[in-house]
């Protein structure tokens, strides 16, 4: 049954995001949280695991701002390449910027999983996760205030 939900997702992302670079810059940012995701899966201490549980939800809530984003720009300026279309490209900047950083935040929690499990709860290191948590949360914001302006 899951084969038959994924293709229908499948079918209602091509119709809402295309297949150039919107698409792509959601499905990075899915992937990011998906990765962010496999390394909670491995945290032994529940200290660690709750801290970095609190940062896994706060940017799960981004995908469907991400998502709106991506549709909304498929509307404006459709992509079903690799050229992105120039009246956007601060808007896919921004995007870029979030997948990025959404990669390096599952970087560093992985990073505080392994601190926690030598020397239990790495303050620093889930510091390092929050900060860069805070980094997607603001390429998201700059995407959404850059769809938003008149002209877009």
Not at 43 to 62: C, S
């Amino acid at each position: 049954m899951a084969l038959f939900a994924a293709a229908r997702q499948g079918r209602k992302d091509d119709a809402e995001l295309g297949t150039g670079v919107w698409r792509r810059a959601h499905d990075r940012f899915r992937r990011g949280l998906d990765r962010y995701h496999q390394i909670l899966e491995g945290v032994e201490d529940d200290a660690v695991y709750n801290e970095l549980a609190g940062f896994a939800n706060q940017l799960a809530q981004l995908l469907p701002r991400v998502r709106e984003c991506c549709v909304t720009a498929q509307a404006q300026h459709p992509s079903e390449g690799l050229d992105i279309p120039g009246a956007l490209l601060q808007v896919h900047r921004a995007l870029s910027r979030a997948g990025n950083a959404l990669a390096t935040t599952a970087e560093a929690a992985a990073m505080a999983r392994l601190d926690g499990e030598r020397w239990g709860v790495a303050s620093a290191g889930l510091e390092n996760v929050r900060r860069r948590a805070e980094v997607v949360a603001e390429d998201v914001i700059e995407a959404e205030r850059l769809l938003s302006e008149p002209g877009q």
